[in-house]
Protein backbone atom coordinates (compact mmCIF):
# COMPACT_ATOMS: atom_id res chain seq x y z
CA UNK A 1 0.00 0.00 0.00
CA UNK A 2 1.15 3.38 -0.60
CA UNK A 3 2.34 5.63 1.81
CA UNK A 4 3.34 9.50 2.65
CA UNK A 5 5.77 10.37 -0.31
CA UNK A 6 4.42 7.75 -2.77
CA UNK A 7 6.96 5.23 -1.23
CA UNK A 8 5.14 1.44 -0.25
CA UNK A 9 5.00 0.04 2.39
CA UNK A 10 4.57 -4.19 3.05
CA UNK A 11 3.06 -3.15 6.40
CA UNK A 12 0.22 -0.62 5.68
CA UNK A 13 -2.39 -3.53 4.84
CA UNK A 14 -3.01 -4.94 8.34
CA UNK A 15 -5.45 -7.23 9.55
CA UNK A 16 -8.13 -4.75 10.41
CA UNK A 17 -10.62 -7.21 11.92
CA UNK A 18 -9.69 -6.52 15.48
CA UNK A 19 -10.13 -2.86 15.54
CA UNK A 20 -13.99 -3.99 13.78
CA UNK A 21 -14.17 -6.47 16.86
CA UNK A 22 -13.51 -3.48 19.15
CA UNK A 23 -15.43 -1.01 17.87
CA UNK A 24 -18.12 -1.54 20.72
CA UNK A 25 -15.69 -3.75 23.15
CA UNK A 26 -16.55 -3.71 26.99
CA UNK A 27 -13.11 -1.57 26.93
CA UNK A 28 -13.87 0.95 24.86
CA UNK A 29 -17.45 1.60 26.58
CA UNK A 30 -15.80 2.00 30.24
CA UNK A 31 -13.35 4.46 28.78
CA UNK A 32 -16.29 6.27 26.94
CA UNK A 33 -18.35 6.04 30.44
CA UNK A 34 -15.00 7.69 32.47
CA UNK A 35 -14.77 10.38 29.78
CA UNK A 36 -18.25 11.37 31.29
CA UNK A 37 -17.16 11.51 34.66
CA UNK A 38 -16.68 15.17 36.86
CA UNK A 39 -13.39 14.62 38.15
CA UNK A 40 -13.96 17.44 40.29
CA UNK A 41 -17.30 16.70 41.43
CA UNK A 42 -17.80 16.15 44.91
CA UNK A 43 -18.76 12.44 45.66
CA UNK A 44 -16.18 9.24 44.80
CA UNK A 45 -17.01 7.22 41.86
CA UNK A 46 -18.87 4.22 42.29
CA UNK A 47 -18.25 1.44 39.28
CA UNK A 48 -21.07 -0.71 39.05
CA UNK A 49 -19.88 -2.04 35.87
CA UNK A 50 -17.11 -4.55 35.73
CA UNK A 51 -16.23 -7.98 37.52
CA UNK A 52 -13.55 -7.20 39.37
CA UNK A 53 -14.11 -6.69 43.48
CA UNK A 54 -10.92 -7.11 44.41
CA UNK A 55 -10.65 -3.20 45.66
CA UNK A 56 -13.33 -3.94 48.45
CA UNK A 57 -12.38 -5.10 51.28
CA UNK A 58 -14.88 -7.93 51.70
CA UNK A 59 -13.79 -9.40 48.82
CA UNK A 60 -9.85 -9.97 49.63
CA UNK A 61 -8.50 -12.97 48.77
CA UNK A 62 -8.12 -16.14 51.27
CA UNK A 63 -4.91 -15.69 53.80
CA UNK A 64 -3.72 -19.25 52.48
CA UNK A 65 -3.87 -17.94 48.62
CA UNK A 66 -1.95 -14.85 49.52
CA UNK A 67 0.75 -16.81 52.19
CA UNK A 68 1.24 -19.51 49.39
CA UNK A 69 2.12 -16.47 46.77
CA UNK A 70 4.55 -15.14 49.39
CA UNK A 71 6.09 -18.46 50.69
CA UNK A 72 6.84 -19.05 46.53
CA UNK A 73 8.40 -15.66 46.20
CA UNK A 74 10.26 -15.99 48.86
CA UNK A 75 11.90 -19.71 48.54
CA UNK A 76 13.69 -18.31 45.36
CA UNK A 77 12.50 -21.05 43.43
CA UNK A 78 10.20 -19.43 41.10
CA UNK A 79 12.57 -16.31 39.69
CA UNK A 80 13.43 -17.85 36.49
CA UNK A 81 11.95 -19.11 33.35
CA UNK A 82 8.89 -22.42 34.26
CA UNK A 83 10.89 -25.23 34.47
CA UNK A 84 9.20 -28.78 33.09
CA UNK A 85 9.18 -29.63 36.96
CA UNK A 86 6.96 -26.58 37.92
CA UNK A 87 4.48 -26.86 35.18
CA UNK A 88 3.89 -30.52 35.70
CA UNK A 89 2.73 -29.72 39.82
CA UNK A 90 0.68 -26.44 38.38
CA UNK A 91 -1.19 -28.88 36.11
CA UNK A 92 -1.76 -31.77 37.96
CA UNK A 93 -3.20 -29.59 41.00
CA UNK A 94 -5.43 -27.77 38.22
CA UNK A 95 -6.23 -31.15 36.93
CA UNK A 96 -7.22 -32.59 40.85
CA UNK A 97 -8.99 -29.29 41.36
CA UNK A 98 -11.41 -29.68 38.26
CA UNK A 99 -12.05 -33.44 38.58
CA UNK A 100 -13.60 -32.83 42.20
CA UNK A 101 -17.04 -32.08 40.05
CA UNK A 102 -16.41 -34.50 37.25
CA UNK A 103 -17.37 -37.96 37.31
CA UNK A 104 -13.86 -39.02 36.06
CA UNK A 105 -10.22 -38.09 36.35
CA UNK A 106 -8.51 -35.45 34.61
CA UNK A 107 -4.81 -35.97 34.13
CA UNK A 108 -2.19 -33.32 33.92
CA UNK A 109 -2.03 -33.94 30.03
CA UNK A 110 -5.83 -33.08 30.13
CA UNK A 111 -4.64 -29.49 31.42
CA UNK A 112 -3.21 -26.37 29.58
CA UNK A 113 -2.08 -23.27 31.84
CA UNK A 114 -2.92 -19.78 30.21
CA UNK A 115 -2.33 -16.18 31.46
CA UNK A 116 -6.03 -16.23 33.20
CA UNK A 117 -9.36 -16.77 31.32
CA UNK A 118 -8.71 -14.30 28.39
CA UNK A 119 -5.35 -16.02 26.88
CA UNK A 120 -7.47 -19.27 27.09
CA UNK A 121 -10.57 -18.09 25.17
CA UNK A 122 -7.58 -16.61 22.44
CA UNK A 123 -5.91 -20.01 22.84
CA UNK A 124 -8.78 -21.62 21.69
CA UNK A 125 -10.39 -19.55 18.71
CA UNK A 126 -7.00 -19.03 17.44
CA UNK A 127 -7.03 -22.99 16.86
CA UNK A 128 -9.78 -23.17 15.78
CA UNK A 129 -10.18 -19.73 13.73
CA UNK A 130 -10.74 -20.31 10.18
CA UNK A 131 -12.61 -18.11 7.18
CA UNK A 132 -14.55 -21.03 6.31
CA UNK A 133 -16.17 -21.61 10.08
CA UNK A 134 -18.74 -20.11 11.87
CA UNK A 135 -19.02 -20.62 15.60
CA UNK A 136 -22.33 -20.17 17.65
CA UNK A 137 -21.88 -17.19 20.91
CA UNK A 138 -24.90 -16.66 23.14
CA UNK A 139 -26.29 -13.10 22.96
CA UNK A 140 -26.17 -10.98 25.32
CA UNK A 141 -22.74 -12.38 26.19
CA UNK A 142 -18.80 -11.83 26.91
CA UNK A 143 -17.58 -9.48 24.09
CA UNK A 144 -13.90 -11.12 24.36
CA UNK A 145 -15.69 -14.18 23.03
CA UNK A 146 -16.57 -12.78 19.92
CA UNK A 147 -13.49 -10.14 19.41
CA UNK A 148 -11.14 -13.13 19.56
CA UNK A 149 -13.07 -15.01 17.09
CA UNK A 150 -13.65 -12.27 14.89
CA UNK A 151 -10.02 -11.22 15.03
CA UNK A 152 -9.08 -14.89 13.72
CA UNK A 153 -11.59 -14.52 10.88
CA UNK A 154 -14.26 -16.88 11.89
CA UNK A 155 -18.19 -16.50 10.75
CA UNK A 156 -19.83 -15.84 14.16
CA UNK A 157 -23.57 -16.83 14.95
CA UNK A 158 -25.44 -15.87 17.89
CA UNK A 159 -27.79 -17.46 19.87
CA UNK A 160 -30.38 -16.12 21.98
CA UNK A 161 -30.43 -16.30 25.80
CA UNK A 162 -34.33 -15.94 27.05
CA UNK A 163 -34.92 -14.12 30.07
CA UNK A 164 -37.97 -14.93 30.67
CA UNK A 165 -36.67 -18.88 31.01
CA UNK A 166 -34.19 -17.26 32.92
CA UNK A 167 -31.95 -16.77 30.40
CA UNK A 168 -31.57 -19.94 29.21
CA UNK A 169 -30.51 -21.08 25.50
CA UNK A 170 -32.98 -21.03 22.96
CA UNK A 171 -32.41 -24.54 22.11
CA UNK A 172 -33.60 -25.18 18.62
CA UNK A 173 -32.45 -21.64 17.76
CA UNK A 174 -28.92 -23.61 18.37
CA UNK A 175 -30.05 -25.85 16.10
CA UNK A 176 -31.27 -23.45 12.97
CA UNK A 177 -28.05 -21.58 13.18
CA UNK A 178 -25.55 -24.65 12.96
CA UNK A 179 -24.68 -26.06 9.95
CA UNK A 180 -21.39 -28.13 8.21
CA UNK A 181 -19.27 -25.09 8.92
CA UNK A 182 -20.22 -24.97 12.97
CA UNK A 183 -17.00 -26.37 14.75
CA UNK A 184 -18.11 -25.07 18.27
CA UNK A 185 -20.73 -23.64 20.75
CA UNK A 186 -19.89 -21.77 23.60
CA UNK A 187 -21.96 -21.55 26.59
CA UNK A 188 -21.00 -19.44 29.73
CA UNK A 189 -22.26 -20.70 33.23
CA UNK A 190 -22.40 -19.23 35.56
CA UNK A 191 -23.09 -16.56 33.71
CA UNK A 192 -21.40 -13.27 32.63
CA UNK A 193 -23.60 -10.91 32.01
CA UNK A 194 -27.36 -12.18 32.70
CA UNK A 195 -26.59 -13.83 36.34
CA UNK A 196 -28.49 -17.07 35.98
CA UNK A 197 -27.16 -20.71 36.61
CA UNK A 198 -27.96 -23.48 34.09
CA UNK A 199 -29.54 -26.76 35.51
CA UNK A 200 -28.63 -30.12 35.15
CA UNK A 201 -31.64 -30.61 32.91
CA UNK A 202 -30.87 -28.10 30.62
CA UNK A 203 -26.80 -28.72 30.37
CA UNK A 204 -27.98 -32.14 29.57
CA UNK A 205 -29.70 -30.94 26.82
CA UNK A 206 -26.88 -28.51 25.25
CA UNK A 207 -24.93 -31.71 25.20
CA UNK A 208 -27.27 -33.83 23.35
CA UNK A 209 -27.99 -31.28 20.41
CA UNK A 210 -23.65 -30.73 20.37
CA UNK A 211 -23.42 -34.14 19.82
CA UNK A 212 -26.52 -34.71 17.18
CA UNK A 213 -24.43 -31.20 15.29
CA UNK A 214 -20.96 -32.82 15.56
CA UNK A 215 -19.46 -29.87 17.28
CA UNK A 216 -17.60 -29.28 20.69
CA UNK A 217 -18.44 -27.13 23.49
CA UNK A 218 -16.37 -24.41 25.10
CA UNK A 219 -17.45 -24.02 28.60
CA UNK A 220 -16.76 -20.90 30.34
CA UNK A 221 -16.85 -21.01 33.65
CA UNK A 222 -14.67 -18.63 35.11
CA UNK A 223 -17.23 -18.02 37.59
CA UNK A 224 -17.71 -22.05 38.49
CA UNK A 225 -18.79 -22.27 41.94
CA UNK A 226 -20.12 -18.72 43.07
CA UNK A 227 -23.73 -19.49 42.82
CA UNK A 228 -26.55 -18.41 45.49
CA UNK A 229 -29.52 -19.27 44.41
CA UNK A 230 -31.73 -22.68 43.70
CA UNK A 231 -29.76 -24.23 41.14
CA UNK A 232 -26.54 -26.22 41.85
CA UNK A 233 -23.54 -25.55 39.63
CA UNK A 234 -22.69 -28.33 37.27
CA UNK A 235 -19.89 -28.16 35.25
CA UNK A 236 -20.21 -28.76 31.59
CA UNK A 237 -17.40 -31.51 32.05
CA UNK A 238 -19.98 -33.69 33.18
CA UNK A 239 -20.80 -34.35 29.82
CA UNK A 240 -17.73 -35.06 28.44
CA UNK A 241 -18.78 -38.90 27.66
CA UNK A 242 -21.98 -37.54 25.15
CA UNK A 243 -19.51 -34.63 23.26
CA UNK A 244 -16.17 -33.42 23.52
CA UNK A 245 -15.82 -30.29 26.00
CA UNK A 246 -13.13 -27.69 26.45
CA UNK A 247 -13.47 -25.98 29.85
CA UNK A 248 -12.16 -22.74 30.41
CA UNK A 249 -11.29 -21.40 33.90
CA UNK A 250 -9.53 -19.29 36.22
CA UNK A 251 -8.85 -18.43 39.87
CA UNK A 252 -9.34 -15.04 39.04
CA UNK A 253 -12.64 -14.89 39.88
CA UNK A 254 -13.63 -17.36 42.77
CA UNK A 255 -10.33 -16.21 44.78
CA UNK A 256 -10.80 -12.49 43.57
CA UNK A 257 -7.38 -12.12 41.90
CA UNK A 258 -8.14 -11.01 38.56
CA UNK A 259 -4.48 -9.47 38.35
CA UNK A 260 -3.00 -12.85 39.25
CA UNK A 261 -3.57 -13.75 35.54
CA UNK A 262 -3.81 -17.81 36.21
CA UNK A 263 -5.98 -19.49 33.85
CA UNK A 264 -6.24 -22.94 32.12
CA UNK A 265 -7.84 -25.41 29.62
CA UNK A 266 -9.67 -28.06 30.52
CA UNK A 267 -10.27 -31.09 27.79
CA UNK A 268 -13.48 -32.78 29.27
CA UNK A 269 -13.09 -35.37 26.68
CA UNK A 270 -12.71 -39.43 28.35
CA UNK A 271 -13.20 -40.65 25.24
CA UNK A 272 -10.48 -39.20 23.34
CA UNK A 273 -12.13 -37.21 20.36
CA UNK A 274 -9.99 -34.48 20.48
CA UNK A 275 -6.71 -36.49 20.84
CA UNK A 276 -7.66 -38.39 18.06
CA UNK A 277 -8.67 -35.39 15.83
CA UNK A 278 -5.56 -33.78 16.98
CA UNK A 279 -7.47 -30.89 19.00
CA UNK A 280 -5.22 -31.51 21.37
CA UNK A 281 -1.32 -31.07 20.39
CA UNK A 282 -3.07 -27.98 18.37
CA UNK A 283 -4.04 -26.65 22.20
CA UNK A 284 -0.70 -27.47 23.18
CA UNK A 285 1.25 -25.96 20.49
CA UNK A 286 -0.11 -22.89 20.21
CA UNK A 287 0.12 -22.42 24.23
CA UNK A 288 4.24 -23.17 23.48
CA UNK A 289 3.75 -19.69 21.35
CA UNK A 290 2.85 -17.41 23.84
CA UNK A 291 3.73 -16.66 27.77
CA UNK A 292 3.31 -19.06 30.35
CA UNK A 293 1.34 -17.46 33.41
CA UNK A 294 4.22 -15.79 36.33
CA UNK A 295 6.68 -18.93 37.35
CA UNK A 296 5.84 -17.62 41.07
CA UNK A 297 2.34 -18.81 40.61
CA UNK A 298 2.66 -21.98 38.96
CA UNK A 299 4.92 -22.99 42.19
CA UNK A 300 1.82 -20.90 44.58
CA UNK A 301 -1.06 -22.47 42.78
CA UNK A 302 -0.53 -26.10 44.19
CA UNK A 303 -0.56 -25.03 47.80
CA UNK A 304 -3.18 -22.41 46.75
CA UNK A 305 -5.69 -25.02 45.75
CA UNK A 306 -5.10 -27.54 48.49
CA UNK A 307 -5.25 -25.12 51.71
CA UNK A 308 -7.91 -22.54 50.94
CA UNK A 309 -10.44 -22.73 53.50
CA UNK A 310 -13.31 -23.92 52.59
CA UNK A 311 -14.96 -20.56 54.80
CA UNK A 312 -13.53 -18.37 52.43
CA UNK A 313 -15.70 -19.88 49.32
CA UNK A 314 -18.19 -19.66 51.81
CA UNK A 315 -17.97 -16.50 52.93
CA UNK A 316 -17.65 -14.90 49.17
CA UNK A 317 -20.78 -16.74 48.31
CA UNK A 318 -22.75 -15.33 51.38
CA UNK A 319 -21.67 -11.85 50.48
CA UNK A 320 -22.40 -12.29 46.77
CA UNK A 321 -26.28 -13.83 48.05
CA UNK A 322 -26.66 -10.51 50.08
CA UNK A 323 -25.64 -8.07 47.73
CA UNK A 324 -27.40 -9.53 44.77
CA UNK A 325 -30.44 -9.18 47.15
CA UNK A 326 -29.82 -5.35 47.60
CA UNK A 327 -29.18 -5.26 43.93
CA UNK A 328 -32.48 -6.86 43.07
CA UNK A 329 -34.64 -5.86 45.63
CA UNK A 330 -33.35 -1.19 44.42
CA UNK A 331 -34.07 -2.10 41.04
CA UNK A 332 -37.72 -3.20 41.55
CA UNK A 333 -38.07 0.19 42.80
CA UNK A 334 -37.49 1.98 39.74
CA UNK A 335 -39.83 2.31 37.48
CA UNK A 336 -37.85 2.88 34.48
CA UNK A 337 -35.66 -0.29 34.83
CA UNK A 338 -36.81 -4.02 35.48
CA UNK A 339 -35.26 -7.51 35.87
CA UNK A 340 -36.28 -10.08 34.06
CA UNK A 341 -34.57 -12.81 36.53
CA UNK A 342 -32.95 -12.86 39.95
CA UNK A 343 -29.58 -13.11 39.63
CA UNK A 344 -28.65 -16.58 40.87
CA UNK A 345 -24.59 -16.92 40.43
CA UNK A 346 -21.30 -14.60 39.26
CA UNK A 347 -21.14 -11.08 40.03
CA UNK A 348 -23.64 -9.46 37.02
CA UNK A 349 -27.22 -8.73 36.42
CA UNK A 350 -28.83 -7.93 33.06
CA UNK A 351 -32.09 -5.15 33.34
CA UNK A 352 -34.23 -3.81 31.41
CA UNK A 353 -34.14 -0.36 30.54
CA UNK A 354 -37.43 1.70 29.26
CA UNK A 355 -36.37 4.72 27.99
CA UNK A 356 -40.20 5.56 27.12
CA UNK A 357 -40.40 6.57 30.54
CA UNK A 358 -37.81 8.97 30.32
CA UNK A 359 -37.10 12.66 29.16
CA UNK A 360 -34.24 13.45 26.97
CA UNK A 361 -32.61 9.26 27.45
CA UNK A 362 -32.73 8.32 23.75
CA UNK A 363 -31.12 4.62 24.36
CA UNK A 364 -29.10 2.86 27.05
CA UNK A 365 -25.81 4.45 25.56
CA UNK A 366 -27.05 8.05 26.56
CA UNK A 367 -28.77 6.73 29.56
CA UNK A 368 -25.03 5.65 31.02
CA UNK A 369 -23.03 8.49 29.51
CA UNK A 370 -25.71 11.07 31.22
CA UNK A 371 -25.72 9.23 34.93
CA UNK A 372 -22.07 8.80 34.77
CA UNK A 373 -21.69 12.87 34.12
CA UNK A 374 -24.57 13.54 37.29
CA UNK A 375 -24.21 10.63 39.65
CA UNK A 376 -20.87 9.49 39.24
CA UNK A 377 -22.02 6.05 39.00
CA UNK A 378 -20.74 3.81 36.14
CA UNK A 379 -23.40 0.42 34.46
CA UNK A 380 -22.39 -1.07 31.27
CA UNK A 381 -24.90 -0.48 28.47
CA UNK A 382 -26.19 -3.59 26.98
CA UNK A 383 -25.27 -2.56 23.60
CA UNK A 384 -21.67 -3.58 24.41
CA UNK A 385 -22.85 -6.89 25.04
CA UNK A 386 -25.85 -6.89 22.01
CA UNK A 387 -28.63 -5.65 23.86
CA UNK A 388 -29.54 -2.65 23.44
CA UNK A 389 -31.96 -0.57 25.59
CA UNK A 390 -30.35 -3.03 28.65
CA UNK A 391 -27.87 -2.61 31.21
CA UNK A 392 -25.37 -4.77 32.50
CA UNK A 393 -25.08 -4.38 36.67
CA UNK A 394 -21.98 -5.46 38.67
CA UNK A 395 -22.90 -6.02 42.33
CA UNK A 396 -19.75 -7.47 43.60
CA UNK A 397 -18.34 -4.59 46.06
CA UNK A 398 -18.66 -3.70 49.56
CA UNK A 399 -22.99 -3.52 50.66
CA UNK A 400 -22.82 0.09 51.53
CA UNK A 401 -21.54 1.01 48.73
CA UNK A 402 -23.62 -0.99 46.50
CA UNK A 403 -26.74 0.58 48.14
CA UNK A 404 -24.91 4.44 47.73
CA UNK A 405 -24.57 3.54 43.27
CA UNK A 406 -28.15 2.31 43.24
CA UNK A 407 -29.67 5.31 45.37
CA UNK A 408 -28.11 7.75 42.60
CA UNK A 409 -29.72 5.62 39.64
CA UNK A 410 -32.97 6.10 41.29
CA UNK A 411 -32.39 9.66 42.21
CA UNK A 412 -31.13 9.83 38.43
CA UNK A 413 -34.09 8.27 37.00
CA UNK A 414 -36.65 10.46 39.07
CA UNK A 415 -34.81 13.54 37.82
CA UNK A 416 -35.59 11.79 34.38
CA UNK A 417 -38.65 10.93 34.74
CA UNK A 418 -41.11 11.83 31.94
CA UNK A 419 -43.79 14.18 32.21
CA UNK A 420 -46.21 12.05 30.38
CA UNK A 421 -46.02 9.09 32.84
Not at 5 to 33: D, H, I, V, Y
Not at 57 to 75: D, I, M, N, Q
Request: hydrophobic letters at 40%; proline letters at 7%.
Amino acid sequence: MEGGGGKTWRFASPNTTLAAAGEMSLLKCLLQLHACLDEHGPRPVIPLSHGDPSSAPSFRTAPEAEEAVVAALRSGEFNGYPSPATNLLARRAVAEYVSRDLPYKLAHDDILLTCGGTQAIETVMSVFGQPDVNILLPRPGYPKHEAHAMFHRMEIRHYDLVPERGWEVDLEAVEALADENTVAIVVTNPNNPCGSVYSYEHLAKIADIASKLGILVIADEVYGHLVYGSTSFVPMGVFGETVPILTLGAISKRWAVPGWRLGWIATCDPKGILRKTKVQDSLRSFVHLVSDPPTFLLGAIPHIMKNTNDEFFSNIVNLLKETAEICYGEIKEIKCITCPHKPEGSFFMMVKLDVSQLSGISDDEDFCSKLAKEESVILLPGKALGMENWIRITFATEPTTLKQGLERVKAFCRRNESQAN
